[in-house]
T-cell receptor, first 116, second 112 residues
Framework: KAGVTQTPRYLIKTRGQQVTLSCSPISGHRSVSWYQQTPGQGLQFLFEYFSETQRNKGNFPGRFSGRQFSNSRSEMNVSTLELGDSALYLC???????????????FGPGTRLTVL | EDQVTQSPEALRLQEGESSSLNCSYTVSGLRGLFWYRQDPGKGPEFLFTLYSAGEEKEKERLKATLTKKESFLHITAPKPEDSATYLCAVQVIQTSGSRLTFGEGTQLTVNP
């Protein structure tokens, strides 16, 4: 069974630009969550999508947004990039999420974003 | 606010030297506690889920336990390939959805 895939794996952007990252969940998984990982803050929750609806949102500014398609694939977008947005962006999928035994989140390899 | 604290931040062991990693948590209502392993430049790899105090799970040289306030990851006779950052995360009871709150991790180095 294929794991969670993320594209692209590496990205370099300049301040002020915008970026779109893509995530394909494990087949059959309907919940997709996004996390930001930095050396100083660790892993922080961005948002979660289920059935094309945002179900949870972390404490990030509105520049960070996402969406989910009918096939459960998800994208996240960051507009007006800042230097502090440089991070590893991780996508995780779970079967349904929110219920015991379906909660386990499996992570993709991440997208390394560098903002210059 | 939900909090997860892992200790120690870093741990160096000799091959075969057993030890334990700690994860203490303060949450409004725990639904599950998760352990992950992360190698440099890669995404976290799932290890265990624990739901109830007293629960234990094992996988090869690793054993995870859970109490009402903390979890331990015991590593028995570690090998160099066990070197990685070990992350603990909690999921709290919410009306809907999944959301993990992570600790800062313990960076484990096992020397041959």
């Amino acid at each position: 069974k294929a794991g969670v895939t993320q594209t692209p794996r590496y990205l370099i952007k300049t301040r002020g630009q915008q970026v779109t990252l893509s995530c394909s969940p494990i087949s059959g998984h309907r919940s997709v969550s996004w996390y930001q990982q930095t050396p100083g803050q660790g892993l922080q929750f961005l948002f979660e999508y289920f059935s094309e609806t945002q179900r949870n949102k972390g404490n990030f500014p509105g520049r960070f947004s996402g969406r989910q398609f009918s096939n459960s694939r998800s994208e996240m977008n960051v507009s007006t990039l800042e230097l502090g947005d440089s991070a590893l962006y991780l996508c995780a999928s779970s079967l349904v999420g929110g219920y015991r035994d379906t909660d386990t989140q499996y992570f993709g390899p991440g997208t390394r974003l560098t903002v210059l | 606010e939900d909090q997860v604290t892992q200790s120690p931040e870093a741990l160096r062991l000799q091959e075969g030297e057993s030890s334990s990693l700690n994860c203490s948590y303060t949450v409004s209502g725990l639904r599950g506690l998760f352990w992950y392993r992360q190698d440099p430049g890669k995404g976290p790899e799932f290890l265990f889920t624990l739901y109830s105090a007293g629960e234990e799970k094992e996988k090869e040289r690793l054993k995870a336990t859970l109490t009402k306030k903390e979890s331990f990851l015991h590593i028995t006779a570690p090998k160099p390939e066990d070197s990685a950052t070990y992350l603990c995360a909690v999921q709290v009871i919410q009306t809907s959805g999944s959301r993990l709150t992570f600790g800062e991790g313990t960076q484990l180095t096992v020397n041959p």
